[in-house]
């Protein structure tokens, strides 16, 4: 009987495609993986208190404008809790270049040009799917 967190070690070949995917992702898709690799990125704790105390104070603003029964209360201090809670959950900025914190891929003389003339990643991944339901194991 199979655990639900048994892990599986990958192949050399499999590893192989992993890292050049990794690389191929890096260099030609540079600003979503700084959009999204937040990684290295720590929360300003400062921030996320300040946004919670100011969500808060929304709540009581909107509590206050039911108890009053003024709408125009209560649409303000939904928008004092809206944004609170944007504050609270908004990245960290980070300082300094975003490409500065990106992992340099070591280039080897056998892999593909960052920008190839014909295709993508997604066609190259196509392309080595194909071959490899073909039986041909050759990367």
Known sequence: MLE??????????????????????????????????????????????????????????????????????GVAGFVVMLAGVLFAIAPPKRKGSSTASMPSAPRSSTSRPAHPAKGGLMDRLNDRWDRRQDGDERS
């Open 4 to 73: 639900g967190n048994t892990k599986m070690p990958l192949s050399e070949q499999e590893q192989r495609l992993l890292e050049e995917m990794e690389r191929s992702l890096y260099n030609n898709d540079s600003d979503f993986v700084a959009t999204v690799g937040t990684r290295g990125a720590r929360p300003n704790y400062t921030l996320v208190v300040v946004g919670v105390l100011g969500a808060l104070v929304g709540i009581a603003v909107i509590v206050a404008g039911v108890i009053f029964r003024q709408p125009l209360i």
